[in-house]
């Protein structure tokens, strides 16, 4: 499988701070990575270098065989880029905003009304396509930036934080956008902080502080850097468990209506707390093995970052 | 370059402005709110200028003197003054401009031929209106004088002056081609200057920036809307000057338009050289003020004569689009100047219009600094 993006010790400061720091990855053809990481982390300076749209300070990189550097240009005529903030134009119509669009990526004029009408559909926003952009929700508004940036087919889409701010069910409409798009082809570039969306990308970067700390598919990630068990307690009068176990130094948290205790051999760790638990009066209905969630392996690596 | 692409952006710009009401009235209220500001405001004619007369001679040659000034539009007797402290009074208070003084032996001297002198007392704090008015003192004792004194020699030099191209001296007729180059510098800029800071502001310039579009594109496109508007300014300007001024227009309509959007290529080209290089509105329209409307006032020769500035000042006038432009309207309007005789002011426009646009070209960058 070919490569579509690639980077080598790309670094990126802004005076003093260092944005992003020696970060070296690549991204498959027809994959769909997910960057991951707090706010600030430097995901955006990233997508920004990679679309040519920020100078990087050292390193190299090539997006579509393009270099990063030297043929920004080039990139851009391959690639779809949604930022961060909504940048379309809010005193334009839906429609005007297409058009506009669509005139700018030279889509060719036999393709135009299929592409529009495309969009519109894409974005549910067929009875809508008169009404002035800023008067659309959030979540709408998003599909039609990514309509917009993809008007043109590129075989290559970079989206910034596509969905924060939006509702549960618009971001679910989102990804299942996304995927078909990687089905047909298309290489997703996209970032995010929340954690349940990481688990849909094919393969995932962490990134903290600037640097790039991790690097695999969801479940490659679980297995290779998580290396303590963790165990999933339901008792009764929970808070009360979670503070007896956190006193015998077992690293406890609430999830819902259970805890997630994290030690480092499960087996050895229920009975354990069993005894401890008993000691107290606590009556556990069930303990057991469970398979870590992507924030407990991004909550370990930051501690050991 | 793709045309489809300048099209695209043309379109937008133009839906963009259409739709925000502070651009319409930028573009299309401020023009003719500064022609009927200047236009009725600015006249360097002096009229009516009130008079107080103390007669003490009170005799007919005396009152005959007094009637010349008074049928002249040039002053307006608002008082006879019965003492010199009054006419004190008048000129403190503001009420009279110009004091004429005759004394109690002034009809006797023009009978006898001897010098029948008159005394006359301007206010001077409006220093050009003095000037002005003791011209046009001196101008009617002198008519009088030829008139009355029969006996006096007459001068060696009779001068027959004819005024050329503004035969009757009306100030309005060079205020107004001048206007237009002034408020082309203003809309010009000041609309243009936004157009690339805003889309920095709103964070739209980023999702641009990522297409394919290119500079050029994106320039020509963006001034094509603002050439429009700029367009139909000069239009209106011009139509305003002819029927409402009464400012004729000798020469072609066509030259005249011509030379305007050659100005506003300029123009424009310097509002987005701006707008690229200052990436918040605020600094672009103040920049753009500064560097338009301000030379195109006091540089372009509009309000003051060229060759009276000092040397260096003189010198700086030729890198001011406006005095060029001024030079051309001036000679379109009042002596129908032709292509031919302007050449010269042509090209310097043209070189100033590519100098702007290479420079906006240039200076524009689709990367984030």
Known sequence: MSIAVHIEELTRTFGDFVAVDHVNLSVKKGEIFGFLGPNGAGKSTTIKMLCGLLMPSSGKGSVGGYDIIKQSEEIKKTIGYMSQRFSLYDDLTVEENIDFFSGIYGVPVEKKRDRKEWVLKMAELGLRRTDLTRTLPGGVKQRLALGCAILHEPPIIFLDEPTSGVDPVSRRNFWDLIYGMSMAGTTTFVTTHYMDEAEYC??????????????????????????RDVLEIEADRIIEAMDVLRAHDIETAIFGSSLHATLEDGDKGIPLIRDILGEARIEVNSIGKIAPSLEDVFVTLIEEA | MKLVRIKAIAKK??????????????????????LFIFGYAITLDVDNLPTVIYDRDKSSMSRDLVAQFRESHYFTIVAYADDQADIDKYIDAGKARV????????????????????????????????????????????????????SLAVPAIDPRVRIWYNPELKSRNFIVPGLIAVIMAIIAALLSSLTISREWERGTMEQLISTPVKPPELIIGKLSAYFVIGFIDVLMAALIGIYLFDVPLKGSPLLLMMFSSLFLFGGLGLGVFISASAKSQLLASQVSLITSYLPALLLSGFMFSIPNM???????????????????????YLKGGTLKLLIFETAALAIYGVITFALANKRFRKRIE
Request: aromatic letters at 8%; proline letters at 7%; zero cysteines.
């Open chain 1, 202 to 227: 094919d393969r995932l970067g962490l990134i903290y502080r600037g640097r790039l700390i991790a690097q695999g598919a969801p479940a490659e990630l679980k297995a290779d850097y998580m290396k």
């Open chain 2, 13 to 34: 710009e133009s839906i963009q402005i259409i739709r925000d009401p502070y651009s319409l009235a930028m573009a299309f209220l401020m023009p003719v709110m500064l």
């Open chain 2, 99 to 150: 004091a004429i003084s005759i004394p109690e032996d002034f009809s006797k001297n023009v009978a006898t031929g001897s010098d029948a002198p008159i005394q006359v007392a301007v206010d001077g704090s409006d220093s050009n209106t003095a000037t002005i008015a003791l011209g046009y003192i001196a101008a009617i004792s002198d008519q009088y004088s030829r008139r009355v004194g029969k």
């Open chain 2, 310 to 332: 000092p040397a260096p000042l003189q010198l700086i006038t030729h890198i001011v689009p406006a005095r060029y432009f001024v030079t051309m309207l001036k000679s379109v």
